[in-house]
């Protein structure tokens, strides 16, 4: 069985940072293309940065240069390095992991973890 358990998330004020975690089990994070997904108040989730199995990363235009995507392989766990905290940052992040070739949409997903950006 595959779970995938998110932590770090919380309360921040703007410009402030926080680091996600997600644990995997069932899984292994090294031979799966990984990703933080996030769902705002009223809006779709959407998915903000991915990490492939080879190492690539991508961010979407909001993200980049603010956040990080990056796994500890012995650990079994992807991260996710958020600095610079804006209040439309606010939403439900989740971690996912899909075999290379297959959909996002057919992803394992975490139950997610909150983060709150607000002064």
């Known amino acids: 069985q595959v779970l995938l358990s998110e932590s770090g998330g919380g309360s921040v004020q703007p410009g402030g940072s926080l680091k996600l975690s997600c644990v995997a089990s069932?899984?292994?994070?090294?031979?799966?293309?990984m990703a933080w997904f996030r769902q705002g108040p009223g809006s779709e989730g959407q998915g903000i940065a991915f990490l492939e199995s080879i190492g690539t990363e991508v961010y979407i235009n909001d993200v980049r240069g603010r956040f990080v995507i990056f796994k500890d392989n012995a650990k079994n766990t992807l991260y996710l390095q958020m600095y610079n905290l804006k209040p439309e940052d606010t939403a439900k992040y989740y971690c996912?992991?899909?075999?290379?070739?297959?959909?996002?949409?057919?992803?394992?997903r975490g139950q997610g973890t909150q983060v709150t950006v607000s002064s």
């Open positions: 996912a992991a899909k075999t290379f070739g297959s959909s996002w949409a057919l992803a394992y």
């Open positions: 069932g899984l292994i994070v090294s031979e799966y293309s």
